[in-house]
């Protein structure tokens, strides 16, 4: 049986993806296939490049009721966080609506160059199983335009311009801007922590 289902909704880090869930002994497979979407323990919603793109790749494949509907745990990474929230300034684009907010654009600014791109240190205001064992101010690799404001449902932050939502998370479903598969030890515990864990 699969452990991991990644939703396969466009992008070039699904091989890095797919190579972090080997390193854990997790066996992973990139699909979009809904039974096989409905029926993995885990399922994971990445996202590379436009919002527009990747959720008309998912209404193409039938997927957005689907992934509304799912009840396992779910994590976004990068875009893939976008697409679980409500809208993005993108193409004005509507998303999956599942956690509340709005991608807007970062703004650009002295040392803060657009896309944020490189190591930011992130910090916890929430708690989340996925969060389990790993440091507080610990760094993930970043490389996103686009980000959520903090808000109710922001369970940590990291910094740009602005402050912004470096991970959500309601009910089954987390996001997490920033490449967990990227993200050397911190990265690879968030992984494990989402396999092993009970949420």
Request: charged share 20%; net charge negative.
């Amino acid at each position: 049986m699969t452990s991991v289902a990644i939703i396969d909704s466009g992008g070039a880090n699904i091989a890095s993806l797919l190579y972090a869930f080997d390193r854990l002994g997790t066996r992973a497979v990139l699909t979009t296939d809904a039974e096989s979407i409905r029926s993995a323990p885990r399922v994971v919603l990445p996202g590379v490049g436009a919002a527009k793109d990747a959720m008309a790749r998912l209404q193409d494949a039938g997927l957005v009721d689907v992934i509304r509907s799912l009840t396992q745990p779910v994590l976004g990474i990068c875009l893939g966080m976008q697409l679980l929230c409500e809208a993005s300034e993108e193409d004005d684009v509507d998303c999956l609506g599942i956690i509340p907010g709005t991608a807007r654009k970062l703004s650009v600014a002295p040392e803060c160059p657009v896309p944020n791109m490189g190591w930011c240190e992130t910090q916890a205001t929430g708690s989340h199983t996925v969060l389990d064992g790993v440091g507080d101010g610990s760094y993930f690799y970043y490389l996103h335009s686009y980000a959520i404001l903090p808000a109710k449902h922001t369970l940590a932050v990291a910094r740009h311009s602005r402050e912004f939502s470096a991970m959500i998370g309601r009910d089954n479903f987390v996001g997490a801007q920033f490449h967990p598969e990227r993200s050397s030890n911190a990265g690879a515990q968030l992984l494990r922590n989402f396999v092993d864990g009970s949420a």
